[in-house]
């Protein structure tokens, strides 16, 4: 079992930067994919940004393109999100997940694909 601890939300100025942590702990069996997803009042989860295990391919939601940057740092068991030029509309609660994978160079944009999820950080940002 894989447990996810997620740390870095708060309020932030609109234009502001905040960077998202993800620290996993407990028995790996596998290598894993990671994924950042986040959640409006009103909204269903949605990706922001995904992965892969190597570190060498990712994705980021349209939404995010060119302000939020995912990265991870595997001897450290972490992934990150940095997130620049917060916007309003960028409040939500946001989570980072891990999809049990065997190739190192794939992930999922699909939240039904991950295996473990993080409790959800809230990020508010004032305009």
């Known amino acids: 079992q894989v447990q996810l601890v997620e740390s870095g939300g708060g309020l932030v100025q609109a234009g502001g930067s905040l960077r998202l942590s993800c620290t996993a702990s407990?028995?790996?069996?596998?290598?894993?994919?990671m994924g950042w997803f986040r959640q409006a009042p009103g909204k269903e989860r949605e990706i922001v940004a995904a992965i892969t295990w190597s570190g060498g391919s990712t994705y980021s939601a349209d939404s995010v393109k060119g302000r939020f940057t995912i990265s991870r740092d595997n001897a450290k068991n972490t992934g990150y999100l940095q997130m620049n030029s917060l916007k309003p509309e960028d409040t939500a609660v946001y989570y980072c997940?891990?999809?049990?994978?065997?190739?190192?160079?794939?992930?999922?944009?699909?939240?039904?694909?991950?295996?473990?999820w993080g409790q959800g950080t809230q990020v508010t940002v004032s305009s």
């Open positions: 407990g028995r790996t069996f596998s290598m894993y994919a």
């Open positions: 997940a891990a999809q049990k994978i065997i190739y190192s160079n794939r992930y999922s944009n699909d939240l039904n694909e991950y295996d473990y």
